[in-house]
């Protein structure tokens, strides 16, 4: 179902960024202090290298009772990218195939933005649909993941 929207339209492009070597008590101090819920994650030797968000946070550190870990140590490194060229649709697609809330946004390769589950249905709420789907894989296989 394509909307006619492109994922550029709606994605947000300001980028808060955190070394891979922050602690994970000062990302979560960052998150607070910027009002988001996730930080992309970068090293001086590879640039963005992934992504934590506030579900790692919980998952990984609060219910472990351990907050000595650096945000390398939790942080999810395969990030799920789409061009900003793709309809949300595809993007609403992808977050239900992959059971994420966010995706980093590439435009000639290079992360120029990140697009969440909350962008796409204050947008189009019909996309809700999308988004809760289970993982099929005939659906799965359709989709390009840049």
Known sequence: METGIKVGDCMKTSLVTVPESTSVVDAAKKMAETGVGSLLVFSSAKGICGIITERD?????????????????????????????EDISIAAKLMGIKNIKRLAVIRQGKIVGVVSQKDLISIAPSLYDLISESPQMPLAQKLKVY
Do not use: E, M
């Open 57 to 85: 946070l919980v998952s990984k550190v609060l219910a472990t009772g351990k907050t000595n870990y650096l945000v390398r140590d939790i942080c999810t490194k395969n990030l799920i990218t789409i061009q900003i060229t």
